[in-house]
T-cell receptor, first 112, second 111 residues
Framework: DTAVSQTPKYLVTQMGNDKSIKCEQNLGHDTMYWYKQDSKKFLKIMFSYNNKELIINETVPNRFSPKSPDKAHLNLHINSLELGDSAVYFC???????????FGNGTRLTVT | DAKTTQPTSMDCAEGRAANLPCNHSTISGNEYVYWYRQIHSQGPQYIIHGLKNNETNEMASLIITEDRKSSTLILPHATLRDTAVYYCIVRVGGANSKLTFGKGITLSVRP
């Protein structure tokens, strides 16, 4: 029944590794997002996709690459992980860009 | 998108109304006011939004001043489960518009 689900919930890895976070929504929404919440709790948008097309791409290192195989999925792949990438990453979706966002419960990434 | 200003924190007794203020003095005519909250260790949750008129739903009421420079989120009967960080956000609609979260206000509901 989960509307927006992310996996894994926790991810601990070493610097230099490559990792992926998966997101799926079963709400039939057309738009999906990735947000990053740092240690100071600021929540910042990273990317948004509308119907598999990239709409918003904030100033994010190109080590971060979103991939949307279909409109129900938006995965986040991160290459060459750095200590500063440690954060909680939230996936979200909405029916259209003006509708309320539905968030997943986050993936806590820890880079050691 | 216009910036918002919220107090850092406030508290409220359980069962009483919680009134959370937000200033958005530079809001433009086509910008909506949104409220979200984030309970510890969870993703943000949508509460309510409005443009000009006051709005009410099953969770809360949103009161927007006539000049739209400020608003108040009202939780009519706060419970302990309402303890969270509440974000007031203003944004214009459209595909390229971003929902930008500030620091929010931490509401603590005491027994």
């Amino acid at each position: 029944d989960t509307a927006v689900s992310q996996t894994p919930k926790y991810l601990v890895t070493q610097m230099g590794n490559d990792k992926s976070i998966k997101c799926e929504q079963n709400l039939g929404h057309d738009t999906m997002y990735w947000y990053k919440q740092d240690s100071k709790k600021f929540l910042k948008i990273m990317f948004s996709y509308n119907n598999k097309e990239l709409i918003i791409n904030e100033t994010v290192p190109n080590r971060f690459s979103p991939k949307s195989p279909d409109k129900a999925h938006l995965n986040l792949h991160i290459n060459s992980l750095e200590l500063g990438d440690s954060a909680v990453y939230f996936c979200a979706s909405n029916r259209d860009p003006n509708s309320p966002l539905h968030f997943g419960n986050g993936t806590r990434l820890t880079v050691t | 998108d216009a910036k918002t200003t919220q107090p850092t924190s406030m508290d409220c007794a359980e069962g009483r109304a919680a009134n959370l203020p937000c200033n958005h003095s530079t809001i433009s005519g086509n910008e909506y006011v949104y409220w979200y909250r984030q309970i510890h260790s969870q993703g943000p949750q949508y509460i309510i939004h409005g443009l000009k008129n006051n709005e009410t739903n099953e969770m809360a009421s949103l009161i927007i001043t006539e000049d739209r420079k400020s608003s108040t989120l009202i939780l009519p009967h706060a419970t302990l489960r309402d303890t969270a960080v509440y974000y007031c956000i203003v944004r214009v609609g459209g595909a390229n518009s971003k929902l930008t979260f500030g620091k929010g206000i931490t509401l603590s509901v005491r027994p």
